[in-house]
């Protein structure tokens, strides 16, 4: 039995009717991810996280978790645990209920359960909250209480769907440390379905960016960003352009453009449409003769030192090192 | 200094509110003069002066008289009442959670169960009375009788569990199947607890309804009345205070149930508290 990888995806299709909402994706996931599901609304991403889950129906083709197929298994005998967008947390229940609740499923008496229902909400810092229902907490508490819930029977593979869309920026940020943490912590297999490609940078080992119900590219979220495949994921992934070049298209990070004069080096002559000051960066949007939009990410000192605003004409430079060729997908 | 928005209330808000007051006076006036003539003294009548004052219609309501037998009919009215009830509940409860999901055929289905709202109520209950001549059955209280009212408590409970249902987030029911209750362990510790405040007011809703059906039941209940009919028999051959009695015992009847049904909600509400507060 391979047991290298956690999760397989081998050519696993969704068809509702005669629509294709996922086209025969294909996935190892190694043992101990993080994996970030990443794509634009109705990519397929969470149709995809919900077939591992079993609340979906596979069309065609197999999900492996642990070397087994677990296709045709109901959600609770695949190993994994769901956790929702809006975490679906009881209402009628108190916390210790929520977390006690697949104990209770199984039979489990009481007092065990409340115990270990206990240990999960020590887990999750919410020891001090058993009692209270749901409606009595913050989001972020909320998000706890269902990570708690999620994890007391041990998955092997927790899937989280958006899990950070209804927090506050702020505690976002906050949330999304304490995820890597816990995956960190517990060793298991992490797949996490978001639009933000923030998010995804910040915690996946794995990055999967899917669009139109296929895998485009998936690698670390360091190789996604350097050498984007195909301009669809250059622009997604954000902080790139996407230019023309004799040879097709080609992609060079934001970063590495800057506003000077034309000289030997690839160019671009267009006008700037606006300015937008970043903090340690300011973003300078341009649009160029022949009509596209790009933009040059420009370190503060330099910009404010010739400073351009919106309607001036400029020139994007970068160099030929920093290209980067395109795929047509 | 520019002219500032009138912190008076405008004369409209006089004409409206004169409106509801007497819109008050007209729903309430009636009944509260019915309670009132109902302590009529045992020599006066249906109108006022009131001639003394006394309990004796009260007790009257309680004697098996010649017109009408009241105790007994209001017993029958209970009894069929809480099975409406009850069936009311279990089917659309169950067709709330099925109509979730989009079938085929399910608007015709739609249609068809809600159809009966829209039909003239003593035309429904005069062809279930023919067809039970027609098949040369008997008709009776819980045959007849139950299913035309439960030709108009079926509709109104569905629409009722379709606002109930809307509200209900389908993610509970998953992460239920996701943490291994079985589809029996879902409904019983998901679904129809959080759906059950919605449950609780179909029940009682259903219960009202057929409590004071009258057309419908008129022609299918055979030879024994509901209260409704006893009443309306009571009202055609013979007037005396004795309805006034009988309308304010009703009353009271009513008053002490939604008592209870807000004792109970409190109780719940309590109990919640101290889950919060332990």
């Known amino acids: ?329 | 200094m520019t002219a500032r928005i009138s912190e008076k209330r405008p004369w409209t808000f006089y004409v409206l509110g004169t409106l509801f007051g007497v819109y008050l006076l007209f729903l309430y006036g009636p009944m509260f003069v019915i309670y009132v003539l109902s302590f009529q003294g045992p020599n006066g009548g249906v109108t006022f002066p009131m001639v003394g004052t006394s309990v004796v219609w009260f007790k009257e309501v309680f004697q098996p008289g010649q017109m009408a037998d009241i105790p007994v009919s209001f017993s029958r009215s209970i009894a069929l009442a809480t099975v409406v009830s009850c069936l009311t509940v279990i089917i659309s409860v169950a067709a709330g959670l099925g109509f979730r999901r989009r079938f085929p055929g399910s608007a015709v289905l739609f249609y068809l169960a809600v159809a009966s709202l829209v039909m003239p109520s003593l035309l429904v209950g005069f062809g279930i009375g023919l067809g039970f001549q027609f098949l040369g059955w008997q008709p009776s209280l819980f045959t007849s009788a139950l299913g035309a009212q439960l030709t108009w408590t079926l509709p109104f409970g569905l629409f009722a569990m379709f606002a109930v249902v809307n509200r209900f987030n389908r993610a509970w029911e998953e992460a239920a199947t996701d943490l291994g209750a079985s589809p029996w362990q879902r409904l019983r510790y998901v679904t129809i607890p959080i759906l059950l405040p919605g449950i609780i007011g179909v029940a009682m809703g259903a219960f009202t309804l057929s409590y004071d059906e009258y057309a419908r039941t008129t022609l299918t209940i055979g030879p024994k009345n509901t209260l409704p009919l006893e009443i309306y028999a009571l009202i055609s051959s013979a007037t005396s205070p004795t309805l006034f009695a009988i309308g304010t015992l009703t009353t009271g009847v009513s008053f002490l149930a939604i008592f209870i049904a807000l004792l109970l909600v409190l109780r719940m509400q309590r109990r919640r508290a101290l889950i919060k507060a332990a």
């Open chain 1, 1 to 329: 039995m391979d047991n290298r990888f956690d999760v397989e995806l081998i050519s696993v299709t969704k068809r509702y009717g005669t629509t294709l909402a996922v086209d025969a994706i294909s996935l190892r996931i190694p043992r101990g991810t993080y994996c970030c599901l990443l794509g634009p609304s109705g990519c397929g991403k969470t149709t995809t996280l919900r077939m591992i889950a079993g609340h979906e129906a596979v069309s065609d083709g197999d999900i492996l978790i642990h070397g087994e197929n677990v296709s045709d298994l109901p959600p609770i005998k695949r190993g994994t645990a769901m956790m929702f967008q809006s975490y679906a947390l009881f209402p009628h229940m108190s916390c210790l209920d929520n977390v006690a609740f697949s104990l209770k499923m199984r039979g489990v008496a009481k007092k065990e359960r409340h115990g270990r229902a206990r240990e999960y909400l020590a887990l999750v810092h919410m020891a001090d909250y058993a009692d209270r229902l749901p409606g009595q907490l913050s989001g972020g508490q909320q998000q706890r209480i269902a990570l708690a819930r999620a994890l007391i029977n041990r998955p092997r593979v927790l899937l989280l769907d958006e899990p950070l869309s209804a927090l506050d920026p702020f505690l976002r940020v906050k949330v999304r440390e304490e995820l890597k943490r816990l995956q960190r912590e517990l060793g298991i297999t992490f797949i996490h379905v978001t639009h933000s490609q923030d998010e995804a940078m910040a915690l996946a080992d794995l990055m999967v960016v899917m669009q139109d119900g296929h895998i485009r590219q998936s690698a670390p979220p360091r190789e996604v960003f350097e050498r984007p495949i195909s301009p669809f994921i250059a622009r997604f992934i954000g902080s790139h352009n996407v230019l023309r070049a004799p040879h097709g298209q080609i992609a060079v990070r934001a970063d590495r453009c800057r506003l000077g004069v034309a000289n030997d080096g690839p160019h671009v002559n267009g006008q700037v449409i606006a300015v937008e000051y970043q903090g340690a960066m300011v973003r300078v949007a341009m649009k160029t003769d022949a009509g596209d939009e790009v933009s040059a990410l420009v370190p503060d000192q330099t910009f404010y030192r010739q400073p351009a605003e919106p309607g001036d004409l400029a020139t994007l430079v970068w160099s030929e090192q920093d290209t980067h060729a395109l795929m047509q997908v």
